[in-house]
């Protein structure tokens, strides 16, 4: 087992000293098992989450509907949570009713997973694992606690978690379980898009996500989560450059991006969802426009914020660059400007991973080339946004006299166009002088 943190054992001795039982529970009972590294060391106990609260100077209630205390200690924070035993899940998104109790075998009970219902106290080393949980870690499977489709139907979200452990894990889903997902895929339908998105965004996390994201293809899930890359199975691409269909090159493209940032994740996987509908013979025109209008749709309707939707449209839009080394560096400027200084790193990381999921024979040279002259032009020359010029709307509408309004953006623009092809304007006489020109026009 992984070293138990300062934090969980001091947690775990206060309520026991109180009479209370406390155990580590969950994920981090399997990751330490498995010898992998531990995210969150979850705490479960007897004690009501008011009798928490009492005994620990900083708790926060952050769950407590659902018996969840948080507890901050100098070296990190700790969720702790009542025994529980839940109902229903009628809503898909929560139990309806959740009843604490003073049993860890009924709280286990309630847990999803055969490896992740298991308690451990790292005081007496004691592992509870009514079901089975430690064999199965040791055969690399993924079982429900009880019966797979009544686990299913309490809570939808479980099947798409599945896909997900077996991703996280390179484990197998046990065949009953697995045969449990298409049987209850009513039920997946009602959960609420905010949970889908947060198990989407944790696939994303794993190791290799094509394990989740193929899993959810061949029981139905992705029908309900994603049914956008159906459309790109068999859509067959241009040989010698291409290997794989749209829907596998898509798949290894994601898993080819680096983990750490779920979103680039995930832009990989979307980066070609309209090739499917621009299919004219073996190409694929505007595939990244349409892609842009079609990843905003299907994001919205995942709940995503704001600010990763334009990130991915973003991606989406300009991943189909071509660089030559023929460019001037006014070009590089120009594309710099077009993609945003702040979306290069990503859209080089999106572009890496198309291209690795192509073939291999194309190498990754022409990135390295324009990444050196990017880096170059970055060294003289920071003008790529409006704000970067030397004046701004202020010294517009006082030199121009004219009212604020959408024509001043306008302007702003033209002379940004102006500076990125001559960055030595950028001075506010010479901005000026233009202005003037402006002005006679
Ligand atoms: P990870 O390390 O990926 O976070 P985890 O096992 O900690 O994995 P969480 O989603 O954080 O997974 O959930 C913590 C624990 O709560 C799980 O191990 C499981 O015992 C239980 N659990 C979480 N969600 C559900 C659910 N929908 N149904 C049943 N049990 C659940
Ligand atoms: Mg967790």
Redesign the pocket.
């Known amino acids: 087992m992984t070293k138990t943190p300062r934090g969980a054992l001091k947690i775990i001795k206060t309520l026991k000293k109180e009479g209370f039982e406390c155990y580590l529970?969950?994920?981090c009972v399997?990751?330490s098992l498995l010898k992998r590294k531990v995210?969150?060391w979850?705490l479960t106990t007897s004690a009501t989450p008011k009798q928490v609260i009492k005994l620990f100077k900083k708790a926060v209630p952050t769950g407590i509907k659902y018996g969840t205390v948080t507890i901050i200690l100098p070296d990190g924070k700790y969720e702790i949570t009542t025994y529980r035993s839940d109902e229903k899940y009628t809503d898909g998104r929560h139990p309806d009713k959740v009843k604490f109790t003073k049993s860890i075998e009924e709280d286990l009970g309630?847990?999803?997973f055969t490896v992740?219902?298991m308690a451990y106290d790292p005081e007496s080393k004691e592992l509870v694992d009514i079901f089975g949980g430690k064999k199965d870690l040791k055969k690399q499977i993924i079982r429900a606690v009880g019966s797979p489709i009544q686990r299913f139907k309490e809570?939808g979200?479980?099947s798409i978690?599945a896909c997900r452990f077996a991703a996280?894990l390179s484990f197998k889903i046990e065949p009953k379980t697995l045969a449990a997902i298409p049987k209850t895929l009513n039920i997946t339908k009602k959960v609420a898009p905010e949970r889908i998105h947060d198990e989407l965004l944790?696939i994303m996390e794993t190791d290799q996500p094509s394990i989740a994201i193929e899993l959810m293809r061949k029981t139905g899930l992705l029908k309900i989560i994603l049914p956008e890359l159906l459309g790109c199975v068999k859509v067959r691409q241009p040989r010698p450059f291409h290997l794989y269909d749209v829907y596998w090159h898509s798949l290894y493209s994601m898993d080819a991006t680096p983990k750490g940032n779920p979103i680039l994740r995930l832009a990989s996987l979307l980066h070609d969802i309209a090739k499917p509908e621009c299919k004219k013979g073996m190409t694929f025109y505007n595939h990244n426009v349409k892609g842009e209008a079609k990843v905003e749709k299907l994001l919205k309707r995942l709940k995503f914020s704001n600010a990763h939707i334009k990130k991915i449209k973003t991606l989406v839009r300009h991943h189909m660059f071509n660089y030559q080394s023929e460019w001037t560096d006014a070009a590089v400027r120009r594309f710099i400007k077009r993609v945003g200084l702040e979306n290069i790193e990503d859209l080089f990381a999106v572009r890496a991973a198309d291209t690795a999921a192509m073939q291999e024979t194309i190498g990754l040279d022409y990135l390295k080339k324009l990444k050196k002259r990017i880096n170059k032009i970055l060294k003289q020359e920071h003008t790529f946004k409006v704000t970067d010029l030397a004046i701004n709307g202020n010294d517009l509408i006082q030199t121009l006299k004219i009212p604020p309004g959408p024509k001043i953006g306008q302007i702003l623009n033209a002379l940004l166009e102006k500076v990125i092809d001559n960055p030595k304007l950028n001075t506010k006489a010479r901005l000026k002088d233009l202005l003037n020109q402006f002005k006679t026009k």
């Open positions: 529970v969950g994920g399997r990751d995210a969150e979850d309630r847990r999803d992740n219902a809570d979200l479980r978690r996280k944790k």
